[in-house]
Structure formats: C-alpha cells, structure tokens
C-alpha cells in the first residue's frame, strides 16, 4: 500500500508559480514511477509529467518549458514546480505512484486545487 498526500495548490494570477508537493508513504520504493496528473472542470484526467526510478522524465506537451517534475527519494516526495501559470492551468491536480515491485498497483492522492487567475 502506498498512501500519498498532495500539498501547495492554490489561487495564483496568470505568469505566477506555484510548487506543489506529494508526500509519499507506505511501500515505497525508489524504482515507483511518480506523476502528476490533472483533471479541469467537464474534462478527463490528464498526465501532467511523470517519472520513472531511473530518473527518465516526460512532460505533456502543453506544460513543457513551464513545469519541472522531481523527487527526492530520501523524503519520499516528488514535487511539481509550475511557472508561467495560465489560466488553462487550473484544476486539481493529483499525485499518482506505480508501485512496480507490487505488480504495477497505482495509487492516487486525494488532489490538490490549483486555480490560475487575476
């Protein structure tokens, strides 16, 4: 099992940053793939950026060169530092783990609020 808590969302204007925070607990293993993902009002669920234990990194298109995904697996925490913010940017957004070594399980944190606007 893996428990993950997000933290750091928020009301920011348009160009502002914000760093969100997932705390991870639980079985969790340096090998875990960790992302963030996030669903805006009326729309589905999307990958943000995710990362593998190898340190491999993927961003979708819409936030690469704004968003930057990492982790310190000594805290057992990946963070998500968003620049540049727009107002397309709002959702929540959650924190997922896959947990490789207990047969690819996925977890998901409770979510995070992020609302970009003046």
């Known amino acids: 099992q893996v428990q993950l808590v997000e933290s750091g969302g928020g009301l920011v204007q348009p160009g502002g940053s914000l760093r969100l925070s997932c705390a991870a607990s639980?079985?969790?293993?340096?090998?875990?793939?960790m992302g963030w993902y996030r669903q805006a009002p009326g729309k589905e669920r999307e990958l943000v950026a995710r990362i593998n234990g190898r340190g491999n990194i993927n961003y979708a298109d819409s936030v690469k060169g704004r968003f930057t995904i990492s982790r310190d697996n000594g805290k057992n925490t990946v963070y998500l530092q968003m620049n540049n913010l727009k107002a397309e940017d709002t959702a929540v957004y959650y924190c997922n783990a896959i947990d490789w070594i207990g047969g690819g399980m996925s977890y998901w944190g409770k979510g995070t609020l992020v609302t970009v606007s003046s």
């Open positions: 639980g079985s969790i293993f340096s090998s875990n793939t």
